[in-house]
Each structure stands twice: as structure tokens, then as C-alpha cells.
């Protein structure tokens, strides 16, 4: 990669975020997207950063390997697949600039919607159980994570209506995009954005990475249940908002 003294310290702080992201601070990493493109192009980036993602899942799901609720990920996944598919053609007509705006409308609504729900409801507040909510929401998380890698709020918002306890909540989150980012390899490849030359630099950030996914398993076991509802809504905001301009 033809990387700068500047380039290679943001891609490594980029490596830190993501791995804090996946074990322990879901939505930290509203930055990782938009620093990567600052020191690689676009398109290159998202390759790049897949390869990155794929890496730190492997710590996640070692450490929550008996965190996920399994139900939830496979209630997701069918949608996501789909989700997937749609948003590799997607990339050939729509690019992920025009994309952005919309998720990022997207997610504040459904925060808007899930604040006004507890509020009302308080903790009485229902679990959504239809159908179409788990398949609209998975259905959105493979069309955003395909074409912009930018499927976290989402996520957020479904773990958070499922009120799931803070250490199953990044344990089904993690196991769910183990899975998503290994489907869109084969896509990915075949757009050109993830080579052998991107994959040796993904393993190149391997250390930093493993920093930051020890840094995520610390946060997590320090920061109270309440405290780590309200950081990761706050975290979905900004990254919406970020989307949006």
C-alpha cells in the first residue's frame, strides 16, 4: 500500500477502534469509516476494512463464544443475506455517498421511535416480536453493511428493543456479524475491493487490533448496564447524524 508515516497511524487507530468496537463498545467506532477513506480511496477502504473486521470478529466470538442469543442471529440472518445480495448490485448502481443520508435518517427515527417506546412504557416496555420487525431490520443491515460497512446502528437498535443484557448484547451482536462479514467476502472479491494485497495489510494490523479488543473487553466489564444502554444510543446518534452529512 502506498501508505504515508500518516496513513499507517490512522489505519492502526482505525485497527484499535474496530477491535474495541467488537468486544466491548458497540457503535464506538462512528469514525472507523470516514478516517479510513481519508488516507485510501473509497472503494479501497471498505476492502480493507472488511478484511479488518473479519480479523477482530475472530477475538469477539472467542471471548462471548457463549454469549449470543441464538435466536436472535438467525432471525436476523435470512434478511441479511438478502440484504447482502441487494446491496452488491446495489454498489453497481448506487454509490455508498448516496447512501449514507438515507441510513443515517433511517436510524434516528428508529431511535427517535424506541425513546419515546421506553419512555412511555418504561420497563414495561414490549419486545417487538412480529415477523417483519426482525426482517426489516436484518434486511437493512446487509444492504448498509455490504455497500458502506456502516450496518452498527442498526444492530443497535435491535439489541436494544431486545433488552438484552450487556455482555449477551455484544455476544449475539458479535456472532451475527462473524457470520454477515464472512457471506460478504465472496462479493466483496468480486468487486475488486478485497485482493491479496489488502489482506496482508489486514494481517499487518493484527496487534493493533488484539489491543483493541482487550481495551473493549475491559470497558465492558466496567461500565454499568444503564450507563451502557444510554453510550450505545448515544454512539448510534452520532454515527446517524454522521451519515446524514
Not at 496513513?7 to 474496530?18: F, H, K, T
Not at 431490520?137 to 437498535?157: C, E, K, Q, R, Y
Not at 436494544?160 to 462479514?181: D, H, I, Q, S, Y
Not at 493484527?206 to 481495551?215: E, H
Request: charged share 10%; net charge positive.
Amino acid at each position: 500500500m502506498d501508505l504515508d508515516l500518516f496513513g499507517w497511524v490512522i489505519v492502526a487507530v482505525c485497527a484499535v477502534m474496530v477491535g474495541t468496537t467488537k468486544t466491548g463498545m458497540p457503535g464506538l467506532g462512528i469514525l472507523i469509516v470516514p478516517l479510513m477513506a481519508l488516507v485510501l480511496p473509497t472503494r479501497q477502504s471498505t476492502g480493507i476494512l472488511l478484511g479488518i473486521l473479519i480479523l477482530a470478529d475472530l477475538f469477539a466470538i472467542t471471548y462471548h463464544r457463549r454469549n449470543a442469543r441464538w435466536g436472535h442471529v438467525l432471525r436476523l440472518l435470512p434478511a441479511a443475506f438478502a440484504g447482502i445480495v441487494t446491496g452488491y448490485f446495489g454498489l453497481k448502481l448506487v454509490n455508498d455517498q448516496q447512501l449514507k443520508p438515507v441510513i443515517g435518517g433511517i436510524v434516528l427515527l428508529m431511535l427517535g421511535i424506541n425513546y419515546w417506546r421506553t419512555r412511555v412504557k418504561g420497563e414495561d416496555a414490549p419486545i417487538p416480536t412480529q415477523w417483519w420487525f426482525a426482517a426489516t431490520l436484518g434486511f437493512m443491515a446487509g444492504v448498509t453493511t455490504m455497500m458502506a460497512n456502516a450496518a452498527g446502528p442498526i444492530m443497535i437498535i435491535y439489541l436494544l428493543a431486545m433488552r438484552l443484557p450487556k455482555v449477551e448484547f455484544v455476544g449475539t451482536g458479535a456472532w451475527f456479524f462473524f457470520v454477515v462479514n464472512w457471506l460478504k467476502v465472496p462479493f466483496s472479491a468480486s468487486l475488486d475491493l478485497m485482493t491479496a494485497e489488502s489482506v496482508k495489510l489486514n494481517l499487518m494490523m493484527l496487534p493493533f487490533i488484539a489491543l483493541g479488543a482487550v481495551a473493549g473487553i475491559f470497558l465492558l466489564k466496567r461500565i454499568p448496564q444503564k450507563a451502557f444502554n444510554a453510550v450505545v444510543q448515544i454512539l448510534a446518534a452520532a454515527a446517524a447524524i454522521k451519515l446524514l452529512f
